[in-house]
């Protein structure tokens, strides 16, 4: 499978309790569809004091399902939908909205 979403692209969020935000992806989960986006889904989880470190409560950002985002397209920061064409002898991605090239 192509990949339509890749790490460092912005993206909308389509669903849940961050509806409408906007990140950066941070990591992609190909193995269970997900991804994890910069300031979205924050989770809090509490850590053990050890000897080397303090422990508490630490915020981090939890995976969120690839059905729950959108690309930012590049020409009218909308979501759109990710396509591919042949450029130059490269399979580029294309944001269906407009057609701009996202990548290449």
Request: charged share 30%; glycine share 10%.
């Amino acid at each position: 499978m192509a990949a339509r979403i890749k790490k460092g692209d912005t993206v909308i969020v389509l669903a849940g309790k961050d509806k409408g935000k906007r990140g950066q992806i941070t990591e992609v989960l190909t193995r269970v569809n997900k991804v994890v986006v910069e300031g979205i889904n924050s989770v809090i989880t509490h850590k053990k004091q050890t000897k080397d470190s303090a422990g508490g409560r630490i915020p981090k950002n939890a995976p969120v399902h690839l059905s729950n985002v959108a690309l930012i397209d590049p020409k009218n920061d909308v979501a759109t939908r990710v396509g591919f064409t042949i450029k130059d002898g490269k399979k580029v991605r294309v944001a269906k909205k407009s057609g701009e090239v996202i990548d290449g």
